[in-house]
């Protein structure tokens, strides 16, 4: 049977993408107005290449249109479920359900902690396939940070302040990871109360402080040293043993600080504390050139000499967000590309710690007097398919006026037809063999 009108015979209904549980049935919704059961086939393909079996149902009456497919996946990872009707692909390409397995998620072992200590734990989802890590401690009472160690692996921190227990619950695409929640057992051990969680990071030559409070039933002796890179820094400490003690000092240089307290002659429980002291001023931005509508702009961000901290970099037009891709080259250095998309001044947005460094924001003037490249096989392209861009926009040429090389990953120059389809408009069309980034 063949469809009538103008439009889609067949589209999907909802995500043509999910993420979808192991050992559970997916099911795709499609629509195909005016076709039956057997005009549908689809075919499942899982990450190992194997076939899975797909059962396409019809939704509600059998003249409705709406037809489910459904598989059950039982490997980690993309399945591809190709969809004809009448021998018709869908548009837009396959589905792709992205199988995961919260089950494979691996946990270290927790143990107990200290008040005023950061304690550890890591989290091991490199078996899981893709989703969301949900990490909670007390609900959310307790703020925690997630340091990505690569490969799937992550190394999860939180500073108590309480000694009660701590409750961890990890989710993994919603679902609760199997041994959650943990409990993580928190003692004070010292007679001293030392607050030191938030000077993880702190500004150069700002005052930091932190407050201690001291069993007022006893004698106190408190010696407390702020030691740098490369200096001693000076430190005041006001206060008595019945309202407590606050110490407050003011580093001088980038890097790591330790912040020691002696109680009576012993280390208090949860120092020697590392502080990291960064300076945003000496975060430095390359020249930032005129860029033109469709082609790619880039500049240099140089955080090498400011220390540890989060980098932030939002570039707008007309107050809304451009996507923006950075490249890290190591060392704190980075590379930051966009593509214009209106002829119009660009404003470039860069903070360090919460920090705007010097210059920001920035304005990057884009003119729109060049020709333009477009289309999706600039970002992604099939292997073995025929791809193709537009570059328009173009000055009177002749066919033979427009140059275009397609290079490889392994270097190899890749075939490249260029089309005159008028109007001053070019289509090129080339065929990657090979998976990896081609340059254009």
Request: with cysteine; aromatic share 6%.
């Amino acid at each position: 049977m063949t469809g009538s009108g103008l439009g889609p015979k067949m589209s999907v209904i909802g995500e043509s993408v999910r993420l979808v549980p192991v050992n559970q049935t997916s099911v795709f919704q499609i629509s195909a107005l005016g076709f039956h059961r057997e005009d549908i086939q689809a075919t499942v393909t899982s990450p190992s290449k194997r076939p899975l079996p797909a059962h396409i149902y019809p939704e509600g009456p059998a003249s409705g249109g709406i037809f489910r497919i459904e598989f059950l996946p039982h490997e980690v990872g993309s399945h591809v479920i190709d969809v004809t009707l009448a021998g018709d692909k869908l548009q837009g390409g396959p589905l792709i359900a992205k199988a995961y397995n919260a089950a494979l998620i691996k946990v270290s072992e927790v143990t107990s902690g200290i008040v005023g200590q950061p304690c550890q734990f890591k989290v091991d989802a490199s078996d899981a396939g893709e989703g969301q890590l949900e990490i909670s401690v007390n609900e959310g009472e307790v703020p925690n940070h997630v340091t990505v160690i690569g490969g799937g692996k992550c190394l999860v921190s939180f500073t108590p302040q309480h000694s009660k227990p701590h409750i961890i619950d990890i989710k993994f695409n919603g679902e609760t990871v199997e041994g959650c929640p943990l409990l993580y057992s928190i003692s004070d051990m010292s007679r001293v109360q030392v607050n030191l969680g938030h000077l993880q990071l702190i500004p150069i030559q700002e005052s930091a402080s932190f407050h201690m409070n001291v069993d007022s039933n006893t004698s106190a002796q408190l010696s407390v040293s702020v030691t740098g890179p490369t200096l001693e820094i000076p430190v005041k400490v006001t206060g008595n043993v019945h309202d407590g003690f606050t110490a407050e000092f003011s580093p001088q240089e980038v890097g790591a600080h330790n912040i020691c307290v002696d109680y009576n002659g012993h280390p208090v429980y949860g120092t020697p504390f590392s502080a990291k002291v960064y300076d945003a001023r000496k975060v430095h931005v390359g020249s930032i050139p005129q860029g033109h509508v469709g082609n790619t702009l880039q500049f240099s961000v140089d955080a090498s000499q400011a220390g540890e901290g989060n980098l932030e970099i939002t570039i707008s037009a007309r107050g809304t967000n451009i996507p923006t891709q950075v490249h890290s080259h190591g060392n704190a250095k980075f590379s930051v590309s966009f593509v214009p998309i209106e002829p119009l001044d660009h404003v470039i947005s860069i903070q360090f710690n919460k920090e705007h460094v010097p210059g920001s924001p920035f304005i990057a003037p884009v003119v729109g007097d060049f020709p333009l490249v477009t289309g999706a096989a600039l970002s992604a392209a099939p292997v073995n398919t025929t791809s193709h861009f537009t570059l328009s926009n173009v000055a009177p040429a002749n066919l033979d006026d427009v140059e275009v090389n397609v290079e490889a990953p392994n270097g190899q120059s890749i075939p490249a037809q260029v089309k005159d389809v008028g109007g001053s408009n070019f289509r090129i069309e080339f065929t990657p063999k090979i998976v990896g980034e081609h340059k254009i």
